[in-house]
Structure formats: structure tokens, C-alpha cells
T-cell receptor, first 115, second 115 residues
């Protein structure tokens, strides 16, 4: 099992540019989560998909952020335009169910730096 | 709203010594409790979780945690640590309700095991 795959692992961009982060969940998992980790705020849930449908996007900070899941094996998180305060590590996680009984498996993260 | 407080941001210990990483939570409803570990440049991995039943929970790598409802605590312990236990440890909670997929994380405790 390859685990959750995220790309790129590191991204450096300039303010105002569009950034796209990618995630491939574990095969067979039907729940997908995007998290953001910063020193100030710790780990925060941005958005949760179940069966490719966004269920909870209350953590998405503002309209500059958008996420899609076109199929069960791929999701993207897009920031447009990016700002320096978006610098963080972004994690994708997947699970085989919808609740706390189902372990969330995390990818290695994408470290984003916005200059 | 829930919150998690990890009382120590850093815990240095010597190899083969016992360790306790402290976690307190606040919530107006019953909760589920989790400990995750993050090794350098990796995603989070579930160590153990408390859903119900016995308040002493055993996890992977020799770790255990005890749920104390009256003190709203879920401290993580290991009787003898190894160099390989050096990592960041996160305590997390989710509630009993419909959004039990949503994990609220503490800021993390960096455990450094020295030879």
C-alpha cells in the first residue's frame, strides 16, 4: 500500500501566483480531508469530502481557497491568489469511513512558502 | 467548541527513561480522544484512541494513555523510551455528534530522546 500521496512536497511561489496542491488518497477510502499546519494555529481542518462530495468546508479560510475531488482517487487544493500568510504545511488525509471509528491516514504534506 | 491544550511544547528525556506527555481538553459534550505521532518530514500516524470502555488505552510502539473524565485529561505515557521515539506528538479530540469526523488538535509536544 503506497499510502496517501501528495505533490509537490515543497512549493515556493511569489505572492499573487496560483498554487495547486494535489492528493491521491489510499485506494478504497471514501473520505478525504485537507488540513493546514502553522506554528501559530497548529493543525486545522480545511475541508472534508465524503464519496467525492464536499461535506464540510467551514475551515476554508476565504474565497481564495478552493478544493475539488473529481474522482475517488484525486483531489486538489487551490489557492488563487496566494499570500505570504498562506505559508504552511498542507496535509491530505483519507479514511475508509465517515466517523471517529475510522482512522485517518495522513500524507507526508506539502510545505508551501509564499514570498 | 472544543479545545485541546498540550501543556509542554518540548520534552527532552534520556533513552530508557519513562515519559509522560500531558493533554487536557475542554468540551461541552462527550468526546473521543486520540494521540498522533509525526516523525520528521512525515505525515501524522495514529498512536492510539479512546472511544469508550476501559479508560486505559494501549497503542502502538509501547505507548499507552489514560482517560480521566473528572480532570478532562488524556496523558500519554511510555515506561522506557528509545531514540526512535523522537518525534512530535499531537493530542486530538472529536465530539459525539454528527461532526465526529472533525479532529481538533493540540499544538503538539516535541519529544527528544537523548542517548
Amino acid at each position: 500500500d503506497a499510502g496517501v500521496i501528495q505533490s509537490p512536497r515543497h512549493e515556493v511561489t511569489e505572492m499573487g501566483q496560483e498554487v495547486t496542491l494535489r492528493c491521491k488518497p489510499i485506494s478504497g477510502h471514501n473520505s478525504l480531508f485537507w488540513y493546514r499546519q502553522t506554528m501559530m494555529r497548529g493543525l486545522e481542518l480545511l475541508i472534508y469530502f465524503n464519496n467525492n462530495v464536499p461535506i464540510d468546508d467551514s475551515g476554508m479560510p476565504e474565497d481564495r481557497f478552493s478544493a475539488k475531488m473529481p474522482n475517488a482517487s484525486f483531489s486538489t487544493l487551490k489557492i488563487q491568489p496566494s499570500e505570504p500568510r498562506d505559508s504552511a504545511v498542507y496535509f491530505c488525509a483519507s479514511s475508509s469511513g465517515t466517523g471517529m471509528f475510522d482512522t485517518q491516514y495522513f500524507g507526508p504534506g506539502t510545505r508551501l512558502t509564499v514570498l | 467548541a472544543q479545545s485541546v491544550t498540550q501543556l509542554d511544547s518540548q520534552v527532552p528525556v534520556f533513552e530508557e527513561a519513562p515519559v509522560e506527555l500531558r493533554c487536557n481538553y475542554s468540551s461541552s459534550v462527550s468526546v473521543y480522544l486520540f494521540w498522533y505521532v509525526q516523525y520528521p518530514n512525515q505525515g501524522l500516524q495514529l498512536l492510539l484512541k479512546y472511544l469508550s470502555g476501559s479508560t486505559l488505552v494501549k497503542g502502538i510502539n509501547g505507548f499507552e494513555a489514560e482517560f480521566n473524565k473528572s480532570q478532562t485529561s488524556f496523558h500519554l505515557r511510555k515506561p522506557s523510551v528509545h531514540i526512535s521515539d523522537t518525534a512530535e506528538y499531537f493530542c486530538a479530540v472529536s465530539d459525539y455528534g454528527g461532526s465526529n469526523y472533525k479532529l481538533t488538535f493540540g499544538k503538539g509536544t516535541l519529544l527528544t530522546v537523548n542517548p
